[in-house]
């Protein structure tokens, strides 16, 4: 099970913090990654990280901005969000992959959190 949280209002250039709480699993075994649906749109990858050796990625959108990290001790993943600009909000979601690697597309991912919900207003 996923609990994604750490999503609200906040305005042009300000920072959040997403995390994600993994149970039930070795988490440390999972490969994590954020995905997000901005209003109308498909769901897009945000960032990844692996299980083994923390090889992170990021969308183009997002790179400098964005910064994801994992603490396997504590079964849970961030995503801190700076420099937030309006065509980030979005329902972001977390989700795990059984494999190690960064990866970008869904269909890597078996599991999945319901989403929190980030509104940058201007």
């Known amino acids: 099970q996923l609990q994604a949280s750490g999503g609200g209002l906040v305005q042009t250039g300000g920072s959040l913090r997403l995390s994600c709480a993994a149970s039930g699993r070795t988490f440390s075994r999972y490969s994590m990654g954020w995905f997000r649906q901005p209003p109308g749109k498909e769901r897009e990858f945000v960032a990844a990280?692996?299980?083994?050796?923390?090889?992170?990625s990021y969308a183009d959108s997002v790179k400098g901005r964005f910064t994801i990290s994992r603490d396997n001790a504590k079964n849970t993943a961030y995503l801190q969000l700076n420099s937030l600009k309006r065509e980030d909000t979005a329902v972001y979601y977390c989700?795990?992959?059984?494999?190690?690697?960064?990866?970008?597309?869904?269909?890597?991912?078996?599991?999945w959190g319901q989403g929190t919900e980030v509104t940058v207003s201007s």
């Open positions: 989700a795990l992959a059984p494999y190690s690697g960064s990866f970008s597309i869904p269909e890597k991912y078996d599991y």
């Open positions: 990280i692996s299980w083994i050796g923390g090889i992170t």
